[in-house]
């Protein structure tokens, strides 16, 4: 299985400012994802970040507000702009080999003030 | 599009007895069934799955069962122990790769 880190673990930023998640996987996958998880809640899926073209979103969350990108097929980053406190959440990378099984990062905690 | 539904959302057992967590989804065409655990802090784990070409999986004390023409499969914990306690999520594929998660089942075994 693959072993997954996200940078920074956790952060703490003021409204209107944009955080930068960073997902790194220590072999080559071939999807990598995004997913919110708000306190007690389920894994919502935010977009599947493909490899050298643009990430695929899924409904309800849009480039503009969760750019991503993936240069290559270990590495992938997630930006959260102009946040608000709505925005307070674990986000979460996870990535697959096989297709089937997948793996996620410890998560990012973050609180928006 | 997949939908999946879980329950129980809280379960209390006592140290021994057996746990049972049951998901349903929607789309036919799902042929690969994983369950989470999650610790609280800690990311999701795999902890068992099952694709759609058998009825059950078992590894030690969990075991999962699949019933694809009533659309569910259920995750059952034998012998439960204190560890066991954690958040666990079962979810269904949609357009190939995505995962679908189920709301969640809080477990408390105690001792």
């Known amino acids: 299985s693959a072993v997954i880190s996200q940078k920074p673990s956790r952060d703490i930023c003021q409204r209107g400012t944009s955080l930068t998640i960073q997902c790194q996987v220590d072999s080559q996958v071939t999807m990598m994802f995004w997913y919110r998880q708000q306190p007690g809640q389920s894994l919502t899926l935010i977009a599947t970040a493909n490899q050298g073209s643009e990430a695929t979103y899924e409904s309800g969350f849009v480039i503009d507000k969760f750019p991503i990108s993936r240069p290559n097929l270990t590495f992938s980053t997630l930006t959260v702009s102009n946040m608000s406190p709505e925005d307070s959440s674990i986000y979460l990378c996870?990535?697959?080999?096989?297709?089937?099984?997948?793996?996620f990062g410890p998560g990012t905690r973050l609180t928006v003030l | 599009g997949e939908n999946v539904e879980q329950h129980p959302s809280t379960l209390s057992v006592q140290e021994g007895d057996s746990a049972v967590i049951k998901c349903t989804y929607s789309d036919s065409a799902s042929n690969y069934f994983p369950w989470y655990k999650q610790e609280l802090g800690k990311r999701p784990q795999l902890i068992i799955d099952?694709?759609?070409?058998?009825g059950e999986k078992k590894d030690q004390r969990i075991a999962v069962t699949l019933n694809k023409t009533a659309k569910h499969f259920s995750l059952h914990i034998t012998e439960t122990q204190p560890e066991d306690s954690a958040v666990y999520f079962c979810?269904?594929?949609?357009?190939?790769?995505?995962?679908?998660f189920g709301t969640g089942t809080r477990l408390q075994v105690f001792p």
């Open positions: 996870s990535g697959t080999s096989s297709g089937d099984e997948q793996f």
């Open positions: 979810a269904a594929p949609y357009n190939t790769d995505k995962l679908i």
């Open positions: 099952i694709r759609s070409n058998v």
